[in-house]
């Protein structure tokens, strides 16, 4: 395995409980797709695995290692190897520097090529993310945002890393933008077998691109396994309720909305039981004493639901043709 990460636990200053023993890895050549409401601990689990944040508890083994405590000058020579593309790439790029010099950076920080070589380098990594090569001397006001993502993308790849945390990197880009951006990553996994960590709340591209799926509600993992079995058979009422909210592409479905009512739960005075009790239409008392396991299903599919013992816990089917 790429990432093997345990019982990962994140609470920032002031009690927000923010990921709650969070358990999942990730192989060479695999996408595995995060999804879940904003507040869900998503970006936060990006942070922690590429330590960027430091996690209160649990375990992070990368390649083997573990790097879950090691030191900011410890972590350095992993970061080739370990990246992160962010949502925002007006944000994440350093404005006062030209394209070329933001391909180059990385080089210059984790490799011995010299200068010239850099340039060349730079020059290969804009021709394979498609960028074209006049862009290596505008600065990134100049540019498109899909062509800043690509550039993004291409400063993760410069070293040849063997994970990428892709942190929505879609969600602020035209749909026809999305569709190269998407096919950009998986040519470059297919050619790569680089391991993928994709976080989004899109729930057509997490199943677009995605091997394996985790849902999370409350910093909690509710339901995941392969995206094919998970978008279609879904089993916790959560995961239910949020394919349901979803417009698919096909005008001929027609959708069974999953209605919830009542509020999300208070990251900071969570409660003991199962995190979506509150707000679930198949509760049972038992389901707010305690924390529920996961139950394994068929293909590697897992859901923690107290309902799928008794066979009740699955809602009306999300979709129906017309």
Partial sequence: MILDVQNLVHRFPGGVNAVNGVSFSIAAGETLGLVGESGSGKSTIGLLVTRLLAPTGGTIMFEGEDITRLSPAALRPLRARLQ?????????????????????????????????????EARRLADRVRLPVASLQRYPHELSGGQLQRVSIARAIANRPKLVVLDEPTSSLDLSVRAGILQLLDELQRETGIAMLFISHDLETVR????????????????????????DTPAHPYTQTLLSAHLPPDP?????????????PSPINLPPGCFFAGRCPLVLPACT???????????????????????????DPVEERA
């Fill in 289 to 315: 004493s305690a924390p529920p396991s996961p139950v394994i299903l068929d293909g590697g599919h897992s859901a923690s639901c107290l309902r799928i013992a008794d066979g009740t816990n699955i809602l």
């Fill in 252 to 264: 001929a479905v027609k959708l069974r909305r999953h209605e919830v009512v009542g509020e999300i």
């Fill in 84 to 120: 992160i593309v962010f949502q925002d790439p007006w944000g994440s790029l350093n404005p006062r520097m030209t394209i070329g010099r933001l391909l180059e950076e990385p080089l210059a920080l984790h490799t011995t090529l010299d200068g010239a070589a850099r340039i060349a």
């Fill in 208 to 231: 677009l691109v995605s091997h394996r799926v985790i849902v999370l509600y409350l910093g909690r993992i509710a339901e995941q396994g392969p995206a094919g079995r998970l978008f």
